[in-house]
């Protein structure tokens, strides 16, 4: 991309074409002999890192499209369909969504390198421009792509976002019925957000495109900021640029691949596993992890329509910054001050991030509105000047004089320090469920917990009877086909027996030639029936409130672990708090509440409900159901072996998920170790 | 982009039977996708409601103003906060009225703003009496 190009392939083919069009030349021009200056770090790896995730986002979004069906009513049954019957549904589904978080991620290093690295000075103004507009639309791709599995966080998300521009003057209510498409969130507003959910990672890749086009123009910056000036500044882009990179995606893809497939759920939010409902708001709506420090600059600010100006300039400010800073030093590697004030604004982010997590009240408003004002004063008081007043340290004159002045000092462990800045950056998340003065359930072991956890086929075996006979009076179990008892990784039924456990029920079918609805016996096709026809039906048999379906139970109840408890969750992929809270729940039943506390008439006393006041009677008792393995029947045994059922219920893949991880990891292990011989090989001569 | 033909006409008026709804006591009905709560307050509501020094109000308004006269004991409001739309709990707060729990926001039992970040009341929606027990909303 930066003029006519040299290249002359052999092959008289090739040759046809490129005198017709020089496709060819231009790849080659930019993506083989293009001088890349000699010094750039791993921090520089992040382009084509991202340029990865884009593809990959592309491609599983695709696929999923594919299977999936955007209407309010179908949309929630169809994505959990993709994950339970699509041949390796549950792995595209965790691709694409764990591919999001990664996504922003990756952007967030390359955004902060830029910014400490002076990428955005002259001559790079418009290269810098162009990456804030990106940024921008993966902000309105990620959002629009958390509303379509049209759980309750995606539902109550797109509520309190699309409000936002109601705060324009005038034009605001025109704007959020433009953006519903009726008189609030619903089907219509699905059906727009999947369009541009589709049509925005394209105008992505277009703007990359300009990107690199821009990047290529005034070649890369680099850590030492000055232009390269000799050929010995610089190397060809293959092979030595093409290999960093190489070693740099491997090893992003083993921290990608951590989250696929041993913790697809850690940056998620439980709430999301419930169905939309308009008519009840989660306790606590918090964004995705990644907008976190713009959530918590909005909610900073008392007045409205200044919240959301502040929150839209936080990032628009970015566009300004190569005029806000006018300092000649490039790199804040040569700006004693400078570089202090970067980490202190990392750390305001991440600070932000963390309080845009938690409720807003006392003590969290009021730092946020400190934070808030750090953020600005950043761009808009200390870097004008800084510009001014700091005394840059000399920069050498060429990138080769600052490779000899380096030399014998080791290259940054870029593993190390991803994780460190992951671990701080994920400090941000933490899924605040209302859980005051509720106990938190005990902790538990668990035969599908870790990294090798698999189901306890009796437990699961005995839990099925205890659904059937207990649960299923009350709660239905909607996701669950007969046929999935013989699913592999399940309770490890035969078809047989799972043909012989449908025939038992009667299942309502029909129409016939007559027109009526009739009866039959359960095959293994069929799902589990219902044990009220109607959620109105179910909820005037149960004093108002129709019990929750069972099939993802597990996974849509959570309970806050706390900082730092939740990092350390990280390493140890502790993912049990639905289980963990399902056991204690059924345990938690108390006939004498304790002194001073009353539940309402028609309600239960329970430890670890939130409120403690439950609907639920108490449903399981010693010896109620009968089991033919000889295990304990008692109340703790029956949650314990039906809530690892729930967990299969929720999760049918598990096994499968964990096993495939195993097998990835080992390749990616083996692929990065080479990549990284490879690359020693390569640069083994240009250092 | 507009509302289709089809939503619009979804959005046609509906008729609410108050009967049933015994004094202190609301129901929550749904007229074009949003929650409309209608509260049958009690003599205390009514009071706290019209006590309050209506100038000292983030967002002023009289209790009068926000119900049909003749009806004073019915409350007819969208509940959905007008900070960032949350539907607000009835019969929660300090206010004997609403509590948003997005973001603390607390309504009076004349569904005003009272305490927290929203800017203004709970709308009224458009509704007439069509008899004394029933109202058309719309």
């Known amino acids: ?687 | 982009m507009n509302p289709d033909a089809s939503t619009i006409a979804a959005g046609a008026p509906i008729e609410v039977d108050l009967s049933p709804v015994a004094e202190g006591q609301d129901i929550k009905v749904f007229w074009r996708g949003k929650p409309i709560y209608i509260s049958h307050r009690t003599k205390k509501q009514i009071d706290e409601a019209r006590a309050v020094n209506v100038a000292s109000l983030p967002d002023p308004q009289s209790d009068e103003a926000r119900v049909k006269s003749g009806h004073e004991q019915w409350l007819v409001v969208i509940g959905i906060c007008t900070h960032l739309g949350c539907i607000p709990i009835a019969h929660e707060g300090n206010y004997d009225g609403f509590f948003c729990p997005c973001h603390g926001s607390q309504y009076d039992s004349s569904g005003r703003i009272r305490q927290g970040p929203a800017p203004a009341n709970l709308p009224v929606p458009p509704y007439t009496f069509v008899s004394d027990t029933k109202i058309q909303i719309g």
């Open chain 1, 1 to 687: 991309m930066s003029g006519p190009s040299e290249f002359k392939p052999n092959n008289p083919a090739l040759q046809w074409i490129e005198r017709r069009l020089p496709i060819l030349g231009l790849m080659h021009s930019s993506f083989v002999a293009y001088p890349t200056p000699r010094n750039l770090n791993y921090w520089y790896t992040f382009g084509a890192i991202l340029s990865m995730m884009l593809g990959v986002q592309i491609l599983t979004g695709v696929i999923l499209a594919m299977h999936y069906t955007p209407h309010a009513d179908l949309a929630f049954k169809s994505v959990e369909l993709i994950v339970r019957d699509v041949n390796y549904g549950w792995l595209l589904r965790n691709m694409h969504a764990c591919g999001a978080s990664m996504f922003f991620f990756a952007v967030y290093i390359h955004m902060l390198r830029g910014l400490y690295y002076g990428s955005y000075k002259e001559p790079r103004e418009v290269l810098w421009i162009l990456g804030v507009i990106i940024y921008l639309l993966m902000m309105a791709t990620g959002f629009m792509g958390y509303v379509l599995p049209w759980g309750q966080m995606s539902f109550w998300g797109a509520t309190v976002i699309t409000n936002l521009f109601s705060a324009v003057p005038y034009v605001g209510e025109s704007i959020v019925t433009l953006l519903w498409g009726g008189y609030s969130v619903g089907n219509p507003t699905l059906n727009r957000f999947f369009s541009l959910h589709y049509l925005l990672p394209f105008l992505i890749a277009g703007v990359v495109v300009l990107h690199v086009w821009a990047l290529h123009v005034a070649g890369q910056n680099n850590p030492d900021g000055v232009e390269p000036k000799t050929p010995k500044d610089t190397v060809a882009f293959t092979p030595y640029a093409t290999i960093k990179d190489m070693f740099g995606v491997s090893c992003f893809l083993l921290f990608y691949a951590w989250f696929i497939f041993y913790m697809p759920n850690y940056l998620g939010d439980a709430d999301n596993y419930i169905p939309a409902n308009p008519g009840v708001t989660p306790p606590h709506i918090v964004p995705e992890w990644y907008y976190l420090p713009f959530y918590a600059i909005l909610r900073s600010i008392p007045n409205k329509l200044a919240g959301v100006i502040g929150m839209f300039s936080a990032i628009i400010i970015l566009c300004f910054l190569p005029w806000l800073d006018s300092a000649r030093t490039r790199s804040s590697k040569y700006r004693p001050l400078a570089k202090q004030f970067f980490w202190i604004f990392v750390v305001v982010c991440v600070l932000l991030g963390y309080l845009g997590a938690q409720p807003p009240e006392g003590i969290y408003v009021v730092a946020g509105r400190v934070l808030t004002v750090c953020y600005f004063a950043y761009f808009l008081i200390v870097l004008p000047l800084l510009s001014r007043i700091e005394k840059p340290r000399p920069v050498p004159n060429s990138i080769s004089e600052a490779i000899l002045a380096n030399s014998g000092k080791a290259v940054a462990s870029v593993a190390v320090t991803l994780v460190a800045a992951g671990a701080l950056l994920l400090g941000s998340l933490g899924d605040a469920r209302a859980s005051e003065g509720t106990d938190k359930p005990p902790g538990n072991k668990w035969s599908f917990a870790g990294p090798f956890g698999k189901f306890d086929r009796g437990a699961l075996q005995r839990g099925l009877k205890v659904y059937k006979e207990v649960c299923s009076n009350c709660h239905s179990l909607n996701y669950i086909a007969f046929r999935n008892l013989a699913d592999p990784g399940g309770p490890g039924y035969t078809a047989a027996q799972a043909a012989a456990f449908a025939a038992e029920y009667k299942v309502k079918d029909g129409p016939n030639e007559q027109g009526d609805m009739f009866e039959r016996p359960g095959r293994t096709a069929d799902y589990f029936p219902s044990p009220f026809p109607n959620e109105q039906a179910a909820a005037a048999a149960n004093g108002g409130k129709a019990p929750p379906d069972l099939s993802l139970i597990t996974k849509a109840r959570s309970y806050e672990r706390g900082f730092p408890q939740f990092i350390f969750d990280f390493f140890t992929q502790f993912q049990e708090q639905g289980p963990n809270y399902v056991d204690a729940l059924l345990q938690g039943f108390e006939d004498n509440p304790p002194e001073g506390v009353t539940v309402p008439e028609g309600t239960y006393y329970n430890k670890y409900y939130p409120g403690h006041a439950i609907k639920m009677p108490k449903p399981l008792s010693d010896g109620q159901v009968t089991y033919d393995d000889g295990s304990p029947t008692t109340v703790a045994q029956y949650a314990k072996d039906v809530t690892t059922f729930l967990m299969w219920t929720a999760e049918p893949h598990m096994e499968a998920r964990k096993r495939l991880g195993f097998q990835v990891f080992i390749f990616l292990i083996i692929f990065a170790g080479l990549m990284y011989f490879t690359k020693k090989k390569v640069w083994a001569d240009a250092h």
